[in-house]
């Protein structure tokens, strides 16, 4: 079965800071997607980061990176230069086929001013 | 425009009555979801469709019924309503396929939250 695992229920950081939220996975098919996604307190669900398992290399968008360490089967979201926004939910989540999401059970961060 | 949209944003009823929320996307995408989040954050997928053909089902009581019209729609109705049924309920669409530019990623309308009293 199809797994995935966030260790942090919660984190501090302190702001201008990078902090790094931990995602592992389990899946045996060598096809899937990793993906990240913040949920602020207003609810909404956005869209960071995108990671394919054959990508050669680690994501980035901005102030965010995964770094994929395939092996270890971890997809870990490294945020830099933290800013009071960041405060959120995170949730790693990974796809098979593209119709079926399986998500982790998210990590609230705190950033401090 | 609202990529993923749906309606109502907030519900208040009482336990045992019955209840709609409707979901519409224009991102021309062929799957459709509907996930569940509790009180404690967790994002359970309920149902997916795709082209407007049911291709999962989890384990979720058969009070709650989807229903897609087309490909661009996906409501939810829920019957006798339970305390345990408060939550988000949020849609989501997908593209699938690896296409050029494609991600796959889930797009998410804004969540609809039910309290059930």
């Known amino acids: 079965a199809q797994k995935i695992t966030q260790t942090q229920p919660g984190m501090f950081v302190q702001e201008k800071e990078a902090v790094t939220l931990d995602c592992t996975y389990d899946t045996s098919d060598p096809s899937y997607g990793l993906f990240w996604y913040k949920q602020p307190s207003s609810g909404e669900m956005i869209f960071l980061i995108y990671?394919?398992?054959?990508?050669?290399q680690n994501a980035t968008e901005g102030r965010y990176s995964l770094n994929f360490q395939k092996a270890r089967k971890s997809a870990n979201l490294v945020i830099s230069a933290s800013q009071l926004g960041d405060s959120a939910m995170y949730f790693c989540a990974m796809t098979l086929y593209f119709n079926k999401f399986y998500f982790g059970s998210g990590t609230k961060l705190n950033v401090k001013p | 425009d609202t990529a993923v949209s749906q309606t109502p944003k907030y519900l208040v009823t009482q336990m045992g009555n019955d209840k709609s929320i409707k979901c519409e996307q224009n991102l021309g995408h062929d799957t459709m979801y509907w996930y569940k989040q509790d009180s404690k954050k967790f994002l359970k997928i309920m149902f997916s469709?795709?082209?407007?053909?049911?291709?999962i089902n989890e384990t979720v009581p058969n009070r709650f019924s989807p229903k897609s019209p087309d490909k661009a729609h996906l409501n939810l109705h829920i019957n006798s309503l339970e305390l345990g049924d408060s939550a988000v309920y949020f849609c989501?669409?997908?593209?699938?396929?690896?296409?050029?530019?494609?991600?796959?990623?889930?797009?998410f309308g804004e969540g609809s939250r039910l309290t059930v009293l």
């Open positions: 989501a669409s997908s593209q699938e396929g690896r296409l050029a530019g494609n991600t796959g990623e889930l797009f």
């Open positions: 469709y795709n082209n407007k053909e049911l291709i």
């Open positions: 990671q394919g398992s054959y990508d050669q």
